[in-house]
Structures are given as structure tokens and as C-alpha cells.
């Protein structure tokens, strides 16, 4: 069993490397529109971007090679690291009677163990091979784009390029789903991580079950549960079969499936419940207050559910701006037109004023709402210092979007 805490935070380090990774496809897209010069005709402009796409394509295969062993080497670290701590959590009740267990991993427990590790990681370099193939389309459309725009007559060319650099930053790097659906990068690799390592830890805990002749297990639960979750959470249930007491744990929490616990974006679980020796770890009352609308904010009245979409919501736009920021400065660095830098400058500006505004407005919230403001979630680049710090966004254009705030100002 792995805590909501734990399940929360655990993949904060991991992210950081693929946000970082996300800001690079950003700012390199920028360099190569602002590399475009003026524009030519219809054919030449095409061969021109073709060109400059395969480049880019080799850019980001270097950048995935570079980062491709530290996240290997991170996701081994954190699947075991998390085993250890599952087994801990399912033998807390019987060491609390003074049982001897011994919380070691057993064969078959490794064997799943590595078994996940490797799948895992398997899907990360599909993922992130595949927000390589999908950044070239990426980068012919907002060049396409920019063309389009220029050549009508409806805009100058300094603005037709900064209008590409934002709308490519602001789409970022994706992963293209089956049927046309897509999620930014971050997004996708939580979600296949998340989702790997809470499955895990549930496989984990059934062959300790098993071991064990559990029949119970017990859930655990978090405020901020999703509404067909909260149905379940913090409750008791058979293994094998039900009674009038404890209902079946498959058919009440669809587990094993994606919509139920250890699903997609999952942070419940669940351990071996002894009735008799274990004590239920969550009141009825504390249940009823997790899904309990008590938050005031914009007249309404929230749940923590209900919190925690809005909070999430600030930051993907927070993390939007800083992709779009750093592609600004990327572009003006590359840039030799003063009057193309003049036109992104001020672009830039009034995004570092938006970027502040939404800030406060988050942190206004959190306070409103009593919650936590998490800044790992609105990083463009999250990781961590040889002092395990977490790192600002690109710190030097973190210091021009604070000082262009204060100019406008």
C-alpha cells in the first residue's frame, strides 16, 4: 500500500527532467522560426522548412538520448523505493500486535517488480519518441502559419513569427493518442507513472495478502477524491466472495480496471485488513468532511474535489506562460533584428504581467481554500539541485520576466 501522500509527490523529481525536456523542444522550435528570414515563395519557403524540420528532429533525438539513462535510472529507483514502502504499510498492523514479519521483498514480488520497472520505462520512451515525431508537425504548422499570415497582408512579418513562437510554445511538447486525442508530455509521463507504480504496489500487496491468508482489505482515502472514487474510499471489504458487512473489494472498486482504484491518475490504495487486530484508519465523520462542500470562493461553495480542479487549472496556465516566456527569450537571443526583438520584447512583457497576475491569483486561492501551494506543479523545469532544492524555471528568464513585471508597472 502507498499513501495519497506519497503517491502525490513521488514523481515530482521524474517530471522535472521531462519539463525540462519540454522548455528544450519549446525553445529550439522558436530559434528555427525566428531563423526563417523574411519570407520567400510558396516552394522555396517549403523546402526551407522541410529542411530546418529534420534538423530539429535530430536535435530531439539528442536531447532524448541525453535523458533518456537518468530517467531509466530514476524510475528504478523510485519502483523499489516505493515497493520497500508498500510492505512496510501492509505489515504496520500486525507488527502493532507484536507479530514478527518479515518485510522483505519475496522472489515473486521481485520478479513483478522488475517486470514493472521495465514496462515502465518502455512506455516513457514511446511517449516521449512520440512527442518527437508529432514536435515536426508542430513546427510546419506554426511556420505555415506564420506564412499564411504574412503574405495576406493582415499582419507585419515580426508579428506573424511571434505569433507562431507563442501558439508552438504554447502547444508544447505532446503525445498523440489513438483517434486524435493528445496530452502534453508532462501530462501523459505522470499519468504512465502514476499509474504504473500504484499498480504495482497493489500487485504487491495481493501476493503479500496471499502469503499472508488475508481476507480483507481496507482502502485508503485523501480529501480531494473524485466523486466515483469517494463512493469507496477509507472502507472495508472481502477479498473472495461478501458478506452483509464487508462488500466484494473488485465488483465496489472496480479494481483492475482503468476508471477504478490504482486506475489512471489513481492515488488511493489498499492493504490487508485483520478484523479483530487491525483498526479502521477512517472514521465516518472524517469520510463525510473529505467530501463536505466548505470552501468559499467566488460566492460558491467548494468541495476539496472541486478545489483541487481549479488549483490544477492555474497551474497548466502557469506552466503555458513559462513555456512561452522562455520560447520568447530562446527567440530573442537568436534573433539579429532589433526591430523583430522590439516586437517580441513587447510580447514578452505583457506576458511576464500575466504571468504574475495568475501567481498571486493561485496563491490567493490556496490561501482562500486553505490548500497547499505546490510550486514543483508550476515549474517549466522542476528538478532538483545537488542540494535536492527544486529549481525555478530557466533562472535567468525568471529574472527577465520579474523585471519586465516591475517595468510595465
Not at 11 to 36: F, H, P
Not at 45 to 55: D, S, T
Not at 115 to 120: L, S
Not at 171 to 198: C, F, P
Request: charged share 25%; proline share 2%; aromatic share 10%.
Amino acid at each position: 500500500m502507498l499513501t495519497p501522500e506519497y503517491l502525490n509527490s513521488c514523481t515530482d523529481y521524474l517530471l522535472g527532467m521531462y519539463d525540462a525536456l519540454n522548455q528544450s523542444i519549446a525553445e529550439d522550435i522558436a530559434r528555427r522560426i525566428v531563423k526563417t528570414g523574411q519570407m520567400t515563395d510558396s516552394a522555396k519557403w517549403q523546402v526551407k522548412q522541410l529542411r530546418e524540420n529534420g534538423e530539429l528532429m535530430q536535435d530531439i533525438v539528442k536531447d532524448v538520448a541525453r535523458i533518456s539513462g537518468k530517467s531509466q535510472n530514476e524510475v528504478k529507483r523510485l519502483f523499489r523505493d516505493s515497493a520497500r514502502t508498500g510492505v512496510r504499510y501492509d505489515a504496520q498492523p500486525l507488527l502493532k500486535a507484536g507479530y514478527d514479519i518479515d518485510l522483505k521483498l519475496s522472489p515473486a514480488m521481485n520478479q513483478v517488480l522488475e517486470a514493472a520497472i521495465a514496462k515502465t520505462n518502455g512506455n516513457i520512451h514511446n511517449l516521449t519518441m512520440t512527442t518527437g515525431s508529432t514536435t515536426g508537425g508542430l513546427y510546419l504548422e506554426a511556420t505555415n502559419l506564420a506564412y499564411m499570415k504574412a503574405t495576406s497582408g493582415g499582419f507585419s512579418y515580426y508579428e506573424a513569427i511571434r505569433e507562431a513562437i507563442k501558439q508552438a510554445a504554447k502547444d508544447g511538447g505532446y503525445v498523440l493518442y489513438g483517434k486524435g486525442n493528445r496530452s502534453q508530455l508532462d501530462v501523459a509521463i505522470r499519468r504512465s507513472v502514476l499509474t504504473g507504480l500504484n499498480q504495482t504496489a497493489g500487485k504487491l500487496t495481493e501476493l503479500y495478502a496471499e502469503d499472508m491468508d488475508v481476507e480483507y482489505y481496507e482502502t485508503t482515502a485523501h480529501a480531494g477524491a473524485r466523486p466515483s472514487h469517494a463512493e469507496w474510499q477509507g472502507r472495508v471489504f472481502k477479498i473472495h466472495g461478501s458478506s452483509p458487512d464487508y462488500p466484494n473489494f473488485v465488483d465496489s472498486t472496480g479494481y483492475g480496471s482503468g476508471s477504478g482504484l490504482c486506475g489512471w491518475n489513481c492515488r488511493h490504495s489498499f492493504y490487508p485488513y485483520w478484523p479483530g487486530i487491525s483498526s479502521p484508519a477512517y472514521s465516518k465523520e472524517r469520510l463525510a468532511e473529505y467530501d463536505r462542500a466548505k470552501y468559499s470562493y467566488n460566492g460558491d461553495m467548494l468541495t476539496d474535489y472541486e478545489c483541487s480542479q481549479i488549483q490544477r487549472a492555474y497551474e497548466r496556465e502557469i506552466r503555458e506562460i513559462k513555456r512561452i516566456l522562455s520560447s520568447y527569450d530562446a527567440a530573442m537571443q537568436e534573433s539579429r533584428s532589433e526591430a523583430q526583438i522590439q516586437c517580441i520584447q513587447e510580447d514578452f512583457t505583457s506576458e511576464s504581467v500575466k504571468l504574475k497576475k495568475k501567481e498571486r491569483e493561485l496563491k490567493n486561492f490556496c490561501n482562500d481554500t486553505n490548500r497547499s501551494y505546490d510550486s514543483a506543479r508550476t515549474q517549466v523545469v522542476a528538478y532538483k539541485d545537488s542540494e535536492g532544492r527544486i529549481v525555478n524555471f530557466g533562472r535567468s528568464t525568471a529574472q527577465k520576466a520579474v523585471w519586465a513585471n516591475k517595468k510595465s508597472n
